[in-house]
């Protein structure tokens, strides 16, 4: 009998102590929807939701005779986050991806450029820029159908920078009148006087942060 009245007193203290729990947990989820919801929602809104510069597209000078001048053209830097790529995707593409960067840009071999996405895979670095010459739009269009590259950025993680670069048709002819501006906001010609004009605004759009920090 003591035996029985033991056993049933020890099943109540542990179904007392689940039920306690259980309140506990409750009231905690209630407080947090009721009472702290709007700062959670906050705090979630400023990690997931920012506004960003996007620099603007600098302007055309044409001459009188409508001929163009001086305009921007759209070049790019490549970069990769070598650890988004699954491993079956990585392992089947990351021999040909270096033969392809290595027969592109000239200036590394097959193998140390396989070794230098290997490492940087390894070691789980999330940038890596594969090399600094930039890129125009068509060697872009052309890589996004390389292995792992045409996975796109959030499954193969390739990234284009894009950097707009200032292009004079005519070369050297009327290159003073049409001038320049430098990084320093520094430069003479129409570049500098109708700088404000060319410069545009630039935009701020809304980014959200989604999946491994992309």
Known sequence: MNIKKSIVLRVRLAFLVVFLFSVAI?????KVQ???GERWRKLAR????????VKAVRGNIYSDNGSLLATSLPFYKVAIDPTIAEKETYKQGIDSLAFLLSRYFKDRSEKEYRRKINDARVSHRHYLVLNHQ???YQAKKMMTEWPIFREGRNKGGVVFEKVDRRFRPFSGLAYRTVGFMNENNKGVGLE???NK???GRDGEPLFRRIARGN
């Open 34 to 36: 009721t009472v702290e």
């Open 197 to 199: 004009q060319l410069g």
């Open 46 to 53: 400023e990690n997931l939701l920012q506004f960003r510069v």
């Open 26 to 30: 409750v009231g905690k989820l209630v």
């Open 134 to 136: 930039m890129i125009n």
């Open 192 to 194: 500098f006087s109708f």
